[in-house]
C-alpha cells in the first residue's frame, strides 16, 4: 500500500471460522509477487503469523504459526502493510499472501516479531477479525 498513490478503503472484517493450533518451521510459503489481493463476501481465508519481514520472492517463509481461518463478511481489497485485529486487538501486519491453496483459499501472512497460534493469542470461533489501511 502507497499512501501516495493509493485512496482511502474501507475495512474488510470477518470472523474465525476454525482456530488452527499448530506451528512449523519450516513450511517454505512463497510470497505472491503482487502487494494486493480482492476479496469477496463469504470467502474462507487462512491467517499465518510469521517473523519473516522481506516481501520479495527472496526465499520461502519458514517460521510460521498458524492462527486460524477466517469468513470475510465484505468484499474489498487486502494490502501488504494493513493491520490485521482480533476483537479489537492488534494482532500484526499484512505481509503479503502464498497461493499454494488457491482458489481454495489464500494464505494471508502477518508480520509478527514471534509467530504465534490461534490458543496463544486466546481466540475462538466467531472471533472477529479486521482489516484496516
Same mark, same amino acid.
Not at 485485529?85 to 479489537?88: E, I, V
Given at each position: 500500500m502507497n499512501p501516495a498513490e493509493d485512496g482511502g478503503k474501507?475495512?474488510?472484517h470477518g470472523r474465525l471460522v476454525k482456530v488452527l493450533t499448530h506451528r512449523r518451521d519450516?513450511? *517454505?510459503m512463497t510470497l505472491e509477487p503482487f502487494a494486493s489481493r480482492c476479496v469477496r463476501a463469504g470467502e474462507v481465508h487462512e491467517l499465518v503469523t510469521t517473523d519473516h519481514t522481506g516481501t520479495a520472492a527472496e526465499g520461502p517463509v519458514d517460521r510460521v504459526?498458524?492462527?486460524g481461518f477466517v469468513?470475510?463478511?465484505c468484499g474489498g481489497v487486502l494490502d501488504r502493510g494493513d493491520t490485521v485485529?482480533?476483537? *479489537?486487538r492488534r494482532i500484526g501486519t499484512v505481509l503479503g499472501f502464498d497461493a499454494c491453496h488457491f482458489p481454495n483459499h489464500y494464505n494471508i501472512l502477518l508480520t509478527?516479531?514471534?509467530p504465534r497460534t490461534g490458543p496463544e493469542w486466546g481466540l475462538a470461533p466467531e472471533t472477529e477479525i479486521r482489516f484496516t489501511q
Open positions: 474501507r475495512a474488510v519450516d513450511r *517454505g504459526g498458524f492462527l469468513e470475510l463478511e485485529w482480533a476483537d *479489537g509478527v516479531p514471534v
